[in-house]
């Protein structure tokens, strides 16, 4: 079983920056692969970013390309998703979610084994 915690959401303007973190329970967290996804209201949950198990290969939604940074620190059993220049429409609950598998980069929701409770973001105009 593993558990996922994310943390780091809140209220920024536009320009601005937040860091997610998503804190893994788990021995073997460094042999999953691991996604951030979002949700906004109204709307479908959609793929943002993906890191394979040692952080060597990432993999971003056009959306977010350029903007944001997928990395993992194994040591703390701990994901990260650092988000610059926000905009208003990057408002959205943020998931993150592991893959057992590891080597891949899966944008698929149902490739994913577990996912955490999510965190708000709201970016301000």
């Known amino acids: 079983q593993v558990q996922l915690v994310e943390s780091g959401g809140g209220l920024v303007q536009a320009g601005g920056s937040l860091r997610l973190s998503c804190a893994a329970s788990g021995r073997t967290f460094s042999s999953y692969a691991m996604g951030w996804f979002r949700q906004a209201p109204g709307k479908a949950r959609e793929f943002v970013a993906a890191l394979t198990w040692s952080g060597g290969n990432t993999y971003y939604a056009d959306s977010v390309k350029g903007r944001f940074i997928i990395s993992r620190d194994n040591a703390k059993n701990t994901v990260y998703l650092q988000m610059n220049s926000l905009k208003p429409e990057d408002t959205a609950v943020y998931y993150c979610?592991?893959?057992?598998?590891?080597?891949?980069?899966?944008?698929?929701?149902?490739?994913?084994?577990?996912w955490g409770q999510g965190t708000q973001v709201t970016v301000s105009s």
């Open positions: 979610a592991a893959d057992l598998t590891g080597w891949r980069l899966p944008v698929i929701q149902s490739e994913y084994d577990y």
